[in-house]
């Protein structure tokens, strides 16, 4: 049959077979990792291509997503958007584990990978230094991603995008008051509204070049008084080869961005993009792969059961989606029976909120009104005493009975700068919560947002973190989640600090605790978000009539407490961390030359080895033991980094080819 011919059938069987998907279009079909087999999974194969969709704003399953009855519609009555997609899957999906492993882009980019795999990361997987050690193949995964963020633009890196139409009224353009906060750690002339260094996001522009009515703020830090610059200082656009172009997604400051301040941008903005629609295409993509039968699916019979996993904003798209009741799809079917959030904190997102931005989250220094951080907080019931309001991050997942199993594992860095605490307390920080049989907390004791770093000092006064959590902890939690999802095997019980044992304390606590190690500053504060007042529309419409918005209280929030070493007692201690080397933190300050200096690198840890010798120590006074205090002998700090692996792996906290990787790296590369 030639090649056109078999498209045609393809997406003929695919607008049968299901509604929401209208047309898919495969741009290529191909080995993964040169045909390499992957144990009884056997070879894989990578289809990549856009997919085609239509929405019922009528449907009360879409009813949550925001501005998308202002969306425009086709002779049908739906509004329609197309998203990318790229599946990897046994070339016999029957040989497979029944599983689907959705990953959820982070601005764009594939990370399960990476991540499970140790792979090289790329948005284009297709090489056998892609798959890296096999891992999600040879547990007989298929692995599945698509575009569901509006703002993510082509480059050369092949992003994943995703194509959401703009929301008018009565066939004109839509404009409102936006709010931008924009920082830098380095001194420029311009900086796009919306640059992270993970890629540019498209903004929403400016009205008009001139925008009469916006203004802009500076101030060193969120709870000093802003300076409103006069607007003959400032213009919409960038700084090219010593000249400004006008541009009206980017801010140009005459006398440049000063590193580590704050700068409130407030405009007219104009075409909002339909933000949630992105959600609803993420959850038709996924239900089509796991729900459609007939030769349209790649995948039709082959799937049992699907778990989504993200990382950071990723894992806040999870916790949101699930917030706005999204898990079930158009015909009321489940879309996830597991959920594997690392590193989101307690924090969802703006994800479904006409224009704002989803890159932007609150930290310690930056983002606070940004709104990542809104009650509900918690996967249960409970009520807000400030504000009397009531709510469980779950209640449209349990009313419509979708709610999956849900892990979140949070690192340290999530406690000083995302509000982690507040998953598992009362919104004042005072009682430790009962977190329902659906969920567990898994706190991985000083281990930093973004996973082990080089050692150097980046933007921070001291070295980053250098322990290697995320594959570890994330293999072990993802072969969890899969038993608990296919035959109900619970997993072990939460694992994170408590107020009633005292290994969540709040910050004068925690720096009586931290040992007084030479040259090495203590933070002042960690991130309490405000309560934020963006008016009666926001949560119930997702637009905001008060803009910036009104601050309140902020939620309090707590840290896990450490020892006479400065390294965290509670949660899953992986080796490094049960028979140290050194102090590792999920925190660390900003240098001065990038400003800010008196607060938090946003997302980054440290660490701190100790001295060699007792001289050694006594010289700098250093209080914490030496190495050769500690570890009279090589082998006795190798047999108690062996108990320490093998205890956790017993607990189910480990894999045990991961104990063997630690093992052997700790031979290799351990004690001095």
Known sequence: MPPPLRLCLFLLACTFVHAEVVRVEIAERSSFAGGQSFGPAGAYERIKGRMYLETDPLLEANARVSDLKLAPRNARGKVGSWTDFFLLKPVDAAKGSGQLLYDVNNRGNMLALWTFNDGERTNDPKTPVHAGNGFLMRHGFSVLWCGWNGEVQADDTQRLL??????????????????LEISTTEPVFSRAFSWSPWGVGAAYPSVSLDNADATLTMRPQRSAEGLELPRGEWAFGRWENNQLIPDATHLHVKSGLRPGWLYDLVYTARDPRVSGLGLA??????????????????LAGSIEKACVFGISQSGRVIHHFLHEGLNADEHDRIVFDGALIHVAGSGKGMFNHRFRMSTDYGTQHEGHLSGSEFFPLAPLPQTDPVTGESGDTLSR???SAHVPRMIFTQTSTEYWSRAASLLHTDVEGKTDLTLPEEVRVYFVAGAAHLGASDGTPGICQQPRNTLNDRGPVLRSMLVTLSAWMQSGKAPPPSRHPVLTNQTLVDLDAWRAQFP??????????NYQPPRLDFGPRFHSEGIADIIPPKTGKPFRTLLPAVN????????????????????????????????AETMLSPLDGMFLPFAKTRAERAKTGDPRLSLEERYPTRAEYLSRLTEAALKLHAEGFLLEEDVVHILKHGAEAGMP
């Open 162 to 179: 995703c194509g959401l139409p703009v929301a008018t009224e009565h066939g004109q353009t839509i404009t409102g008051r936006a709010h």
């Open 281 to 298: 295409a993420l959850r038709d993509c996924v239900s089509f792969f796991r729900h459609a039968d007939g030769a349209a699916n790649p």
């Open 397 to 399: 997942a349990r009313k």
């Open 516 to 525: 007084k190690i030479p040259g090495c500053r203590l933070p002042a504060q």
């Open 564 to 595: 006479a070493d400065g390294n965290e007692t509670s949660g899953i201690l992986l080796p490094d961390i049960a028979v140290p080397l050194g102090t590792y933190t999920g925190w660390n300050l900003r240098a001065a030359k990038f400003g």
